[in-house]
């Protein structure tokens, strides 16, 4: 690489792919793509797998296995599984998630989805307080009151 193109500090090529130059494309912090639907590396394996199609609240979710439909969560082996409640068939497949431990996220003015997922027996949140209590989520039980 020319001594224009060498990594900044923090900075390291993303493997495979390539500017229209041929040179790797670089991403801040030495951000890498490990594959589509991964789960964060420094999050424990296996616990939670969610539907949430928006990049941005992705962003958020540290140590979720993403999926591309909400049907893909009903064969998920994950102890917790979390969806965005305004996507379309989420309700629709909340009651074959049952007895299993589900939070989902929702406007706070869309009472009626976050109603209606209470009672499919979702544990529904406003977005505001699903990202803020995130953190300490998946180590909280089902029954976990949460502020």
Known sequence: MSEASEPARG????????????EPLLLAGGATRE???SASPDAPAGNTA????DLMDRSKLR??????????????EEA?????????????ILPSLAGRRVVGFGSHVDRPTLDAAGAAGCQALPRSQFFRT???LPAQGSDAELD
């Open 35 to 37: 594959g589509r639907g």
């Open 50 to 53: 969610g539907f949430v199609p």
């Open 134 to 136: 995130w953190p300490n």
């Open 11 to 22: 900075e390291r090529p993303l493997s495979g792919l390539r500017s229209g130059g041929g």
């Open 80 to 92: 917790l599984l979390v969806v965005d409640l305004s996507r379309a068939g989420v309700l629709e």
């Open 63 to 76: 140590g979720v296995r993403f999926v591309r439909r909400p049907e893909d969560l009903v064969g998920a």
